[in-house]
């Protein structure tokens, strides 16, 4: 039995050009024939690609390639080709992929993106498999392919005839590749599984507790792992009681490791391996370090707030955007509203720790390991290990909890610098605290407002000195504030500036990066315009996003990042939501209100109104939250997606509710749940909606965009409420007492 | 030190030190990760089992004080093998996990709530379930997977008289 490949150009170009692989020699991988004279494939399965299997029992097993952490792409990407290829979800078995992007395309999860960058191409593929199966079916039974179809996992011809999948594999598996012009996909019209709510594929495996997560691995032989880092970020190892440390029980080894000196990567650190986990956490216990803080030990968050707040009213360090004269629109302004918003550093706090298992023998390294972005992993560990990239194995694990921070592959690299010291397989397990005081973090920020009204109440002029943090000169992901970004482009007076505290601190991107805080500072300060206005907060927001349909990028403005911007969905979204909604319908006793916000982000439109009451003593209690989003034609996986809308109303208001880290001279102050509360079922909403609207737009993802306007519709149902203005994150730090 | 568990109603011998907690026995020695490490204080509850029936963090439980009190894991929680309790068939019935690593935490702080208080309002289940994080935010879910599960038990004992 042998199987070889045989290229043939016309087809396998189309093919690969649609399932996003171009490059000549990658056609190895997906066109499986037998050898010519040979026999059939091994095992008689049927490979018409790397994400399909038909097995001769008529099995179909789906590979994800995707890197899934709970955002449900392992069983709505599969869904999508089991939809075309018409086969019952239920007889589907989906299998995770390794690591392979030469075989399967980008295999990065993150940006909402899994959804969009394969959507088209997971139609075309299962409907490939699809066709080739058919054909299978009419070469046959000698009939015209036209005349049969599929029907459940079966072909069927006019006749009666009919055959299983799985006795079609082996003639399938004898034919080309057709050319995507000779593949007819099924029409949204006829979709079985598409748009409805399917159970996760993991659901059996979580609710019983069986291995799935990167902590759970278990190889023969195996040790476990602890790296104690300087709590001051990027902190260096002087000397540590190692001698000492390897008497303790359990433990095999202790060592120091130099770091490559990024505090993203490789930071310097020692090592305590031992035969268990308790043991290694035991003995780190009784580990006794010296470091050399360096200079980060200088930085404090109080300083930077204190320092920006004495140069609010001075020009910034750079002009984002600047429209019209807002200087002078301002001093003619019937109206002016000024403010200062602030949000601390947050962590992602994922409920698995980082980990990373790693085997380092004959030069070949093995990963197993719960990532986002596993070529980020390969690439750091290729260039601070010199471990070449075609000598790493990465075994994509499920992740507990991403929200961006397993974009980070410091992690990983940790677990591969260990286990080139350790003649075993390694796991490295983060501590809670580890892993607080250890994040890549979502950026503080502050902005200093003014806004202007005529004398009609429309909102003539808008100015924002913007602070922010940086790293090595530029703002930290999610602290870099686009010249386009809502309401930039849309005020005829508008100056945006930007000064940066350059610090030693890491950053790293946390869900919808930038739009989860500048949504929550910009519809909080629209909101105190409109009532400013005296007018209704979606009258209001309605006028000022104008008649026009589409918002061209730049718009004419200094910078031209952003994008494009769909006014009439962003229109449509607005309404729909309201009228959802109930807005202006509903009368609420004092204590009691709704606010409204919208937002665009990772193409995705969403507006969102809560309803809550605040108590004359300030607690806040969220009482029914309604979600309205625009994400294309077709929803994949409803019940994902609606999970994934329901989730990010409770992060949003996690997020807005409690969390905020201080970092004083160069570390992170709190260290476990305990000092960094996350929100729990008693805070969250009595109820929460979700609607979404189908438009004529391709399908984008929805891993994020639900999460911006969360934090200003509570606000703004907060001040409807009660008549207090939150201009501060957490709340915890805000007395909303009212009487 | 040697200790005999018993565990998801086998016995099991493991030799390990007194102060280890059960949370580490079970996952490093015992081979059964359905146990979750999440915080290692109590706070997070993603290692809630059950000893002689009520819910107990395993980070918190050094293996020493375990003695003879019967431990049930996420592994034990099916009434019996190619089984499902009645909140796992919930939880499968309205997908309510998200990344999946809080759920077995979840499902067996809700499972002795619900054998102590077979339909639960929603003030009872957030009083019982306040101990255990989700960080994906599938609360309301979590309310409605032991609602239903409450009806599928009332469901069963129906049929079953």
Do not use: C
């Given at each position: 039995m042998s199987t070889t490949t045989t290229p043939r150009a016309v087809n396998r170009r189309e093919f690969l050009k649609l399932t996003g692989l171009a490059g000549g020699g990658l056609a190895l991988a997906f066109q499986i024939r037998p050898a010519r004279g040979g026999s059939a494939p091994a095992g008689g399965d049927f490979r018409p690609n790397a994400f399909v299997r038909v097995a001769p029992s008529g099995a179909v097993t789906i590979v994800s390639k995707q890197p899934e952490m709970g955002q449900g792409v392992?069983?709505?990407?599969?869904?999508?080709?089991?939809?075309?290829?018409?086969?019952?979800?239920?007889?589907?078995?989906?299998?995770?992929?390794?690591f392979d992007e030469k075989l399967y395309g980008g295999q990065s999860a993150g940006g909402s993106r899994s959804t969009p960058n394969n959507y088209d191409q997971f139609h075309l593929l299962g409907a490939t498999v699809r066709t080739m199966l058919v054909e299978a079916a009419a070469r046959t039974w000698k009939v015209p392919a036209s005349e049969c179809r599929a029907v459940d996992g079966t072909v069927v011809h006019g006749s009666g005839k009919k055959l299983g999948y799985g006795a079609l594999a082996a003639t399938a598996a004898t034919l080309e590749v057709p050319a995507k012009e000779a593949v007819r996909l099924k029409e949204p019209k006829d979709f079985k599984l598409l748009g409805r709510r399917i159970a996760q594929v993991d659901t059996p495996r979580i609710v019983t507790g069986q291995p799935l997560f990167g902590l759970d691995l278990q190889l023969p032989g195996m040790r476990h792992a602890v790296y104690e880092k300087c709590p001051a970020?990027?902190?260096?190892?002087?000397?540590?009681?190692?001698?000492?440390?390897?008497?303790?029980?359990?433990?095999?080894?202790?060592?120091?490791?130099?770091?490559?000196?990024?505090?993203?990567?490789?930071?310097?650190?020692?090592?305590?391996?031992?035969?268990?986990?308790?043991?290694?956490?035991?003995?780190?216990?009784q580990l006794k370090v010296t470091w050399d803080e360096g200079k980060?030990?200088?930085?404090?968050?109080?300083?930077?707030?204190?320092?920006?707040?004495?140069?609010?009213?001075?020009?910034?360090?750079?002009?984002?955007?600047?429209?019209?004269?807002?200087?002078?629109?301002?001093?003619?302004?019937?109206?002016?509203?000024?403010?200062?918003?602030?949000?601390?550093?947050?962590?992602?706090?994922?409920?698995?720790?980082?980990?990373?298992?790693?085997?380092?023998?004959?030069?070949?390294?093995?990963?197993?390991?719960?990532?986002?972005?596993?070529?980020?992993?390969?690439?750091?560990?290729?260039?601070?290990?010199?471990?070449?990239?075609?000598?790493?194995?990465?075994?994509?694990?499920?992740?507990?909890?991403?929200?961006?921070?397993?974009?980070?592959?410091?992690?990983?690299?940790?677990?591969?610098?260990?286990?080139?010291?350790?003649?075993?397989?390694?796991?490295?397990?983060?501590?809670?605290?580890?892993?607080?005081?250890?994040?890549?973090?979502?950026?503080?920020?502050?902005?200093?407002?003014?806004?202007?009204?005529?004398?009609?109440?429309?909102?003539?002029?808008?100015?924002?000195?913007?602070?922010?943090?940086?790293?090595?000169?530029?703002?930290?992901?999610?602290?870099s504030l686009s010249p386009d970004e809502f309401p930039g482009r849309w005020i005829p007076n508008f100056l945006a500036e930007q000064t940066m505290f350059d610090t030693g601190w890491p950053m790293g991107p946390w869900r919808a990066p930038g739009s989860c805080v500048f949504s929550w500072v910009f519809h909080s300060f629209i909101d105190e315009l409109a009532h400013a206005a005296g007018r209704d907060p979606l009258t209001f927001r309605l006028e000022l996003l104008g008649t026009r349909d589409e918002m061209p990028a730049g718009g004419g403005g200094k910078g031209k990042q952003g994008g494009g911007y769909s006014v009439a969905r962003m229109r449509n979204i607005l309404k729909f939501t309201a009228e959802k909604a109930g807005w202006g319908k509903k009368k609420f006793a004092r204590g009691s209100g709704a606010g409204i916000a919208f937002h665009f982000s990772h193409q995705g439109y969403f507006a969102q109104v809560a309803?809550?009451?605040?108590?004359?003593?300030?607690?806040?209690?969220?009482?029914?939250?309604?979600?309205?989003?625009?994400?294309?034609?077709?929803?994949?996986?409803?019940?994902?997606?609606?999970?994934?809308?329901?989730?990010?109303?409770?992060?949003?208001?996690?997020?807005?509710?409690?969390?905020?880290?201080?970092?004083?001279?160069?570390?992170?102050?709190?260290?476990?749940?305990?000092?960094?509360?996350?929100?729990?079922?008693?805070?969250?909403?009595?109820?929460?909606?979700?609607?979404?609207?189908?438009?004529?737009?391709?399908?984008?993802?929805?891993?994020?965009?639900?999460?911006?306007?969360?934090?200003p519709a509570v606000c703004n149902a907060i001040f409807a409420a009660t008549g207090n203005r939150v201009r501060q994150m957490p709340l915890s730090r805000v007395d909303l007492r009212w009487t | 030190m040697k200790y005999t568990l018993s565990v998801n109603g086998a016995s099991r011998s493991v030799d390990v030190a007194p102060d280890t907690p059960l949370l580490w026995v079970l996952r490093d020695h015992l081979e059964l990760t359905g146990t979750k490490f999440g915080c290692g204080i109590g706070q997070c509850g993603a290692c809630t089992v059950h000893l002689n029936g009520v819910p107990a963090r395993a980070c918190m439980t050094p293996v020493s004080t375990v003695g003879r009190m019967k431990v049930t894991t996420i592994e034990g929680l099916a009434p019996a093998p190619g089984k499902l309790h009645p909140l796992q068939q919930a939880w499968t019935e309205l997908d309510v996990a998200q990344c999946g690593y809080c759920q077995p935490g979840q499902l067996m702080t809700a499972a002795a709530l619900l054998r102590d208080n077979p339909k639960p309002t929603d003030e009872d289940i957030d009083g019982a379930m306040a101990g255990n994080l989700c960080r994906c935010g599938t609360y309301t879910r979590i309310r409605q997977g032991i609602k239903r599960a409450a009806e599928l038990t009332a469901g069963g004992k129906g049929v079953a008289q």
């Open positions: 392992k069983t709505s990407l599969p869904m999508i080709i089991a939809e075309q290829l018409e086969v019952p979800w239920s007889s589907v078995n989906i299998e995770q992929g390794d970020f990027g902190g260096k190892v002087v000397s540590a009681n190692l001698d000492f440390v390897k008497t303790l029980p359990g433990v095999k080894d202790a060592f120091i490791l130099e770091g490559n000196g990024k505090v993203k990567e490789l930071n310097p650190g020692i090592a305590i391996i031992a035969d268990s986990t308790w043991a290694a956490f035991s003995a780190r216990r980060v030990a200088e930085e404090s968050w109080d300083k930077f707030v204190a320092e920006a707040r004495a140069k609010a009213a001075s020009p910034g360090q750079r002009t984002l955007r600047r429209d019209g004269e807002v200087e002078q629109a301002l001093a003619s302004a019937a109206k002016k509203v000024s403010a200062e918003y602030l949000y601390p550093f947050i962590s992602h706090a994922n409920l698995e720790p980082q980990n990373t298992t790693a085997h380092f023998r004959d030069g070949r390294l093995e990963v197993w390991s719960p990532t986002q972005v596993p070529a980020a992993g390969v690439g750091m560990v290729t260039r601070v290990l010199n471990i070449p990239a075609d000598k790493i194995t990465v075994h994509l694990t499920r992740a507990g909890g991403g929200f961006g921070r397993r974009i980070g592959a410091d992690y990983l690299v940790e677990a591969a610098a260990i286990a080139q010291r350790v003649p075993a397989p390694v796991k490295l397990t983060w501590s809670r605290e580890d892993d607080l005081r250890h994040d890549q973090y979502r950026p503080g920020g502050l902005h200093f407002l003014q806004g202007g009204l005529d004398a009609q109440g429309r909102v003539t002029a808008w100015k924002n000195h913007f602070f922010t943090f940086g790293e090595g000169g530029q703002p930290g992901s999610g602290g309803e809550v009451t605040v108590s004359k003593e300030g607690q806040l209690r969220v009482d029914r939250f309604v979600t309205g989003g625009d994400v294309g034609r077709q929803i994949v996986n409803l019940s994902g997606a609606e999970n994934q809308v329901e989730g990010s109303v409770v992060d949003g208001l996690g997020a807005l509710l409690t969390q905020e880290l201080n970092i004083e001279r160069g570390r992170v102050v709190q260290g476990n749940f305990h000092e960094y509360p996350l929100i729990r079922i008693t805070e969250a909403p009595a109820k929460i909606e979700t609607h979404f609207l189908s438009t004529d737009h391709p399908t984008t993802g929805i891993g994020e965009p639900a999460i911006p306007p969360v934090a | -």
